[in-house]
């Protein structure tokens, strides 16, 4: 009985499944003969034996591992179980999907400004994916020393050189401290690629990088709506006709004499207004008109073309003499 009791078959599959964790391993057990391996969607299975890697599995479903697995196995191609024997290997589980993940600076960034001798202090908030891509580096970096890796490993990873790049590429190429959003695409493609690059080393891809916003002190924020409330008011002139116009749509707001005084203070001056666009339309349309004098006009008095000093208009045919 206890002879039997060691050639139990077991089951390699990744146990107790976390959407957030990007591979865990099955270690330390003896795979005996009849054992199966199950691999399910967004799963990737790597045989490692000794340390090394044996082969990588990607097709989901249910494997007997003598006849399905281990004939795929460099090394243990030629393995045959015995009635007391089996193998010490560890199965690696790789969540292949790709992750996305929010991230924000903990403390502002002191981006150099030339009227600032300390510095613009900035916080910025966005997201980046990333995916594995090299297991071999996934395995000599990581998964050589760990059980199972996260998301959260992942970000501290991210969030440790951010300041860094956030600083290079927002002071690259003297980019306009008071509207970095502008320059949002220019500064997220410039990071991604670097983030990339160092993430690399341990067998993970940068596939996307997205900085959301930028965040200002509370000072520069209100000298900002300062400025962009005084660059709509503009034209003064004609910020004034339309609350002239708008008040007498919907009512001055003020009641009794006063009220009464105001309408007809706007009324009078939208008056005069109108009384100066009538003269000077006039004034044009007689410029225009034939003089009666035996002089061709410059323009047509009936469709406004050019005469050229014609008797007839070229467009109208309207006589001009």
């Known amino acids: 009985?206890?002879?039997?009791?060691?050639?139990?078959?077991?089951?390699?599959?990744?146990?107790?499944?976390?959407?957030?964790?990007?591979?865990?391993?099955?270690?330390?057990?003896?795979?005996?003969?009849?054992?199966?391996?199950?691999?399910?969607?967004?799963?990737?299975?790597?045989?490692?034996?000794?340390?090394?890697?044996?082969?990588?599995?990607?097709?989901?479903?249910?494997?007997?591992?003598?006849?399905?697995?281990?004939?795929?196995?460099?090394?243990?191609?030629?393995?045959?179980?015995?009635?007391?024997?089996?193998?010490?290997?560890?199965?690696?589980?790789?969540?292949?999907?790709?992750f996305t993940v929010k991230w924000g600076t903990k403390n502002p960034i002191a981006i150099p400004a030339p009227s600032l001798p300390g510095g613009m202090p900035i916080r910025a908030f966005g997201t980046f994916s990333f995916k594995v891509s090299d297991y071999l580096c996934l395995i000599d970096k990581v998964a050589g020393v760990k059980q199972t890796y996260s998301v959260e490993d992942i970000r501290e990873r991210v969030t440790a050189v951010l300041d860094q790049l956030l600083m290079k590429?927002?002071?690259?190429?003297?980019?306009?401290?008071?509207?970095?959003?502008?320059?949002?695409?220019?500064?997220?493609?410039?990071?991604?690629?670097?983030?990339?690059?160092?993430?690399?080393?341990?067998?993970?891809?940068?596939?996307?990088?997205?900085?959301?916003?930028?965040?200002?002190?509370?000072?520069?924020?209100?000298?900002?709506?300062?400025?962009?409330?005084?660059?709509?008011?503009?034209?003064?002139?004609?910020?004034?006709?339309?609350?002239m116009a708008d008040s007498i749509g919907k009512g001055s707001g003020h009641s009794g004499i006063a009220g009464d005084m105001m309408s007809m203070q706007m009324g009078m001056q939208m008056g005069q207004q109108m009384m100066q666009q009538m003269k000077e339309a006039n004034n044009a349309s007689q410029q225009s008109a034939p003089t009666g004098n035996g002089t061709v006009p410059k323009f047509c008095p009936e469709c406004g073309s050019p005469t050229n000093g014609a008797k007839f208009c070229s467009n109208c045919g309207q006589k001009l003499i």
């Open 169 to 243: 590429w927002i002071s690259k190429e003297g980019k306009d401290m008071f509207n970095l959003q502008a320059n949002a695409y220019d500064i997220s493609a410039g990071i991604k690629d670097d983030l990339d690059m160092q993430m690399s080393k341990i067998g993970i891809a940068i596939t996307d990088f997205n900085v959301s916003s930028f965040s200002y002190p509370e000072e520069i924020q209100k000298m900002q709506n300062k400025a962009a409330s005084q660059s709509m008011v503009g034209d003064m002139n004609r910020y004034t006709q339309m609350a």
């Open 1 to 98: 009985m206890g002879l039997f009791s060691k050639q139990l078959a077991n089951v390699v599959e990744w146990e107790e499944y976390r959407d957030d964790c990007i591979f865990w391993k099955w270690t330390n057990r003896e795979i005996k003969k009849g054992s199966k391996l199950i691999i399910r969607a967004g799963q990737d299975a790597i045989f490692m034996y000794n340390g090394k890697m044996e082969g990588v599995f990607k097709d989901e479903g249910s494997f007997d591992i003598e006849s399905d697995i281990i004939p795929f196995l460099s090394t243990l191609k030629g393995f045959k179980f015995g009635f007391n024997s089996g193998i010490r290997a560890e199965v690696l589980f790789v969540n292949t999907k790709e």
